[in-house]
């Protein structure tokens, strides 16, 4: 059974930074590619970033380029987060969500979703 398990959500001031982790159990990173996506309230959730260590490949939505950052210990099968010079756009539920082998925007091909984690960035 996979599971995953995201944290470190919170409050934090615009231009400040969070980092988030997504611990997977059940699961290897040489197989799975890990996404984060975030759904802010009256919004579709949205592909933020993913990274795959089977084809080595990194993927930004474009309004978090060169602020946010995906990353991954095997040795903790946990992905992580940075988030740097937060916007208070960046409000929302962020999930994490596994999908096998290689990164894909596409909703519908992720297996397995963690609980959530709440970021709110205040203005």
């Known amino acids: 059974e996979v599971q995953l398990q995201a944290s470190g959500g919170g409050l934090v001031q615009a231009g400040g930074s969070l980092r988030l982790s997504c611990a997977a159990a059940?699961?290897?990173?040489?197989?799975?590619?890990i996404a984060w996506f975030r759904q802010a309230p009256g919004k579709e959730r949205e592909a933020v970033s993913c990274?795959?260590?089977?084809?080595?490949?990194?993927y930004y939505e474009d309004s978090v380029k060169g602020r946010f950052t995906i990353s991954s210990d095997n040795a903790k099968n946990t992905v992580y987060l940075q988030m740097n010079s937060v916007k208070p756009e960046d409000t929302a539920v962020y999930y994490c969500?596994?999908?096998?082998?290689?990164?894909?925007?596409?909703?519908?091909?992720?297996?397995?979703w963690g609980q959530g984690t709440q970021v709110t960035v205040s203005s």
């Open positions: 969500a596994t999908v096998p082998f290689f990164c894909t925007k596409q909703l519908g091909a992720f297996r397995s």
């Open positions: 059940g699961i290897t990173l040489e197989q799975y590619a």
């Open positions: 990274i795959s260590r089977s084809d080595g490949s990194v």
